[in-house]
């Protein structure tokens, strides 16, 4: 069964700072990996999408790797803003049938002025 | 494109009656939808997926009696909680994938539960 880890489970930071989230899976039997944001009491909005294939995507500010093998993802946010402030899932699809996507607990991200 | 949305955002319902809730793919034609369970401070967990026309697939430990779901159309499923309870309380959140973006989900706003 796959299990999907994020730490730390809270972080803040002063505006301007680079900060990494990390994002670990038990299984490496991943189709894709996708970090996702999620404002208080709102839905999700995708970020990034990285392809099993893949080692990186980026998108502005943001900047998502991919480790298959060791089971690891990490997200880079550069010149942290207040507006970031978010829980950041990671969420990976396994290549069994289905579809089917497993969550992370989230990083509750918050920048401060 | 790619838009989907939920409604009601939220609802508060009493204790023994039931509540539906709507997932629509406003743009596309979704062939799978997903209804996912968030508890407060928690991950989201998949509840069921369901393919338009055909039965949902229930996950582990959800009970299919009590969460109903339909997917009667490429553009709508419907989760119904019957005889719902405060432990139903709840964030649910649906996810729409098909059409020209068939490798990725895209998520509704979610609905906030109440059953008092």
């Known amino acids: 069964k796959q299990e999907v880890t994020q730490i730390p489970a809270a972080l803040s930071v002063p505006e301007g700072e680079n900060l990494v989230l990390n994002c670990s899976f038990t299984?490496?039997?991943?189709?894709?990996l996708q970090w996702f944001r999620q404002d208080p009491g709102k839905g999700l909005t995708s970020l990034l999408l990285i392809q099993s294939s893949q080692r990186e995507q980026t998108s502005g500010r943001l900047n998502a790797s991919l480790d298959k093998s060791s089971g690891r993802s990490t997200l880079y946010i550069a010149a942290s803003q207040p507006g970031d402030s978010a829980t950041y899932l990671c969420a990976v699809k396994g290549t069994g049938g289905g579809n089917k996507l497993t969550f992370g607990t989230g990083t509750q991200l918050k920048v401060e002025l | 494109g790619a838009v989907v949305s939920q409604h009601p955002s939220w609802v508060i319902c009493k204790s023994g009656t039931s509540v539906k809730i709507e997932c629509r793919s406003l743009d596309f034609q979704a062939t799978t939808m997903f209804w996912y369970r968030q508890f407060p401070k928690q991950s989201l967990m998949l509840m069921a997926t369901?393919?338009?026309?055909?039965?949902?697939?229930?996950e582990q430990g959800v009970e299919k009696d009590k969460f109903l779901i339909n997917h009667a159309s490429l553009t709508l499923s419907t989760l119904t909680v019957t005889s719902a309870h405060p432990e139903d309380s709840s964030f649910y959140i649906c996810?729409?994938?098909?059409?020209?973006?068939?490798?990725?989900?895209?998520f509704g706003p979610g609905t906030r539960l109440t059953v008092t």
């Open positions: 996810s729409a994938r098909g059409g020209a973006f068939s490798y990725e989900q895209y």
């Open positions: 369901s393919n338009e026309g055909s039965k949902a697939t229930y």
């Open positions: 299984d490496s039997a991943i189709y894709n």
